[in-house]
Nanobody, 114 residues
């Protein structure tokens, strides 16, 4: 499985961004997709995950009510990010879970700054 993210960039505090992730390869094996982020000097942390059915969605407490994850047909996931804050600045990574294995994208930079 290969994952490619897009949609990152520079946005002002309070603004919005929509990240996209396209999966290719053995997408039939994917059971869950998600987004993680890693800020400079910090560990990578989970932002949001969703089963490919959309029935099981989970968010980090810090993004609840502001971020929305969606998954479509096992080959696409999106992260809508609203009311962005400077502390949301990080490299955002797409993640896919298959049988016994995690897959990662290359990451996309999100910078929230005035």
């Amino acid at each position: 499985v290969q994952l490619v993210e897009s949609g990152g960039g520079l946005v002002q505090p309070g603004g919005s961004l929509r990240l996209s992730c396209a999966a290719s390869g053995s997408v039939f094996s994917i059971v869950r997709m998600g987004w993680y982020r890693q800020a400079l000097g910090k560990q990578r942390e989970r932002v949001a995950t969703s089963t490919t059915s959309g029935a099981g969605i989970d968010y980090a407490d810090s993004v609840k009510g502001r971020f929305t994850i969606s998954v479509n047909n096992k080959n696409m996931t999106w992260l809508q990010m609203n009311s962005l804050k400077p502390e949301n600045t990080a490299v955002y990574y797409c993640n896919a879970l298959g049988p016994g294995r995690l897959y990662w994208g290359q990451g996309t930079q999100v910078t929230v700054s005035s």
